[in-house]
């Protein structure tokens, strides 16, 4: 927490200026929005700013990430980089690690990321850290809003009480408020523009300034009753997720007892109009959401001594997928006499999920370490990913697979567009998707 200053000014803080359309002729006099954070919710959010008029302060503590905004090397949806190419010499954005810029904006997003360790613990470090940064630069008048998944009461420990030691009241002297991010990387059915908003403020009077800067980018904006209603509604979301996913990859591993096609039998499941949501087995889940977010759940009732067993196994399943498919790697060489050590095994495809060249929490490499660390000769293949570090050694990916010989082929993502027709020929190909129907003498996990 950042060190108690003297007390400011009070002010109204309801005469704060909010984001509005561009007047013709006016940019003098738009308002600003600082964005903290500009990874895969902080730069679309910014840039759905930019294109309402507003200006834009983006900042971020990474200098290589600035630089590769400004060349316009990132992974964006298509509307996303022609926006960032729209916009690269606006005056009206501006990128930045000085956190002092803070003090010129009239509302401030919160989007850095809020991962777990390798024992499933939440790392605060990055949201503390921006939060206190926001705490030590805010003026009166100003909106700040947190975006970031975590625990129920973040907003009120990290901002709220911080805030009130410095003398700025939320509500009075500031407004306060809580909206959970809905950026779906690489999904261009659903974007800031498609997608409802949920906030929850520490009054009413924040709940509604948040909502009005919502609505700019989004179609609908719901309101909860209070900051920690809408944190926990973005946990719920995600632990849903979680529990359903790892129900999906128990149902695949049942199908394959019994011969059946598991994806046959969902996508039958999925005619009924109502009372069932398709979910579908993978070889894991990746990212910074489904197998993250739910253990902020689990971590605070931990403390609270409540159980939540249900979650907790959900979680527990997830988290040991890729050893799993490890686990059928091992078992199908097998069944030809070979053993896992000194095979050449590929795995196709590494980014945690189809169209995005994102690694975070990738199951893939879980899966590549295990399988090294058996003593397997592994490489992998990436339209999107040239490059991965495991062991602390990097590995590039292989531009032809198709002209080497693998004693096995693990499908762990399969980006649009790729063309896996030479899996026709190869014959020992471990489908961890489910998903290469035209593929019959693939084995699943």
């Given at each position: ?306 159980s939540s067993p249900l979650v907790d196994t959900a979680m527990t399943a997830i988290a040991s997928r890729p050893r799993q498919v490890v686990n059928r790697v091992r078992e199908l060489l097998a069944d030809r006499g070979q053993p896992l050590a000194g095979a050449r095994v590929l795995v196709s495809g590494v980014a945690y999920k189809p169209g995005v060249a994102d690694l975070r929490e990738s199951p893939a490499l879980e899966i590549i370490e295990e399988l090294l660390d058996l003593g397997a000769e592994v490489s992998f293949s990436d339209p999107l990913v040239a490059r991965a570090r495991i062991h602390g050694t990097v ?51």
């Amino acid at each position: 927490m950042p060190t108690p200053q003297p007390a400011l000014a009070a002010t109204d803080a309801s005469t704060a200026l909010l984001p509005r359309p561009r007047s013709s002729g006016d940019r003098a006099e738009q308002p600003t929005v600082a964005v903290i954070g500009l990874g895969y919710v902080g730069l679309p959010s910014a840039l759905a700013l930019l294109a309402t008029g507003c200006r834009v302060i983006g900042i971020d503590v990474s200098t290589e990430r600035l630089a590769a905004i400004r060349r316009q090397d990132v992974d964006l949806l298509p509307s996303d980089l022609t926006r960032l190419a729209e916009h690269s010499e606006d005056p009206l954005f501006t990128l930045t690690t000085d956190a002092a810029a803070l003090a010129g904006a009239d509302s401030v997003i919160v989007c850095v990321p809020t991962p777990v360790d390798s024992y499933l613990v939440p790392d605060l470090g990055a949201l503390a850290g921006a939060c206190a940064t926001v705490v030590e630069h805010a003026v009166p008048g100003q909106l700040l809003m947190l975006t970031s998944t975590t625990y129920v009461g973040t907003t009120r420990d990290l901002l709220v009480e911080p805030l009130a030691a410095r003398g700025l009241v939320a509500g009075t002297d500031v407004h306060v408020a809580f909206s959970p991010e809905r950026i779906d990387p690489g999904n261009s059915r659903h974007t800031q523009d498609t997608t409802p908003r949920v906030v929850g403020g520490v009054t009413e009077r924040c709940t509604e300034l948040a909502a009005e800067l919502l609505a700019l980018t989004a179609p609908s904006v719901h309101r909860v009753g209070s900051p920690e209603a809408a944190e926990m509604s973005k946990l719920f979301e995600n632990t849903f997720r979680a529990v359903n996913i790892a129900l999906a990859n128990e149902f695949a591993d049942n199908c394959r007892a019994l011969g059946l096609d598991p994806m046959e039998i969902i996508d039958a499941a999925a005619t009924k109009p109502y009372g069932f949501m398709p979910f579908y087995p993978g070889p894991g889940v990746g990212g910074h959401c489904i197998p993250c977010d739910p253990h902020y759940l689990l971590w605070q009732l931990r403390k609270l001594r409540v159980s939540s067993p249900l979650v907790d196994t959900a979680m527990t399943a997830i988290a040991s997928r890729p050893r799993q498919v490890v686990n059928r790697v091992r078992e199908l060489l097998a069944d030809r006499g070979q053993p896992l050590a000194g095979a050449r095994v590929l795995v196709s495809g590494v980014a945690y999920k189809p169209g995005v060249a994102d690694l975070r929490e990738s199951p893939a490499l879980e899966i590549i370490e295990e399988l090294l660390d058996l003593g397997a000769e592994v490489s992998f293949s990436d339209p999107l990913v040239a490059r991965a570090r495991i062991h602390g050694t990097v590995l590039e990916s292989v531009a032809d697979p198709a002209a080497e010989k693998w004693d096995l082929v693990v499908v762990h993502t399969v980006h649009p567009g790729a063309d896996l027709g030479w899996l026709a020929e190869h014959g020992k190909v471990l489908d961890a998707t489910y998903r290469l129907a035209d593929l019959p003498s693939k084995a699943v996990v």
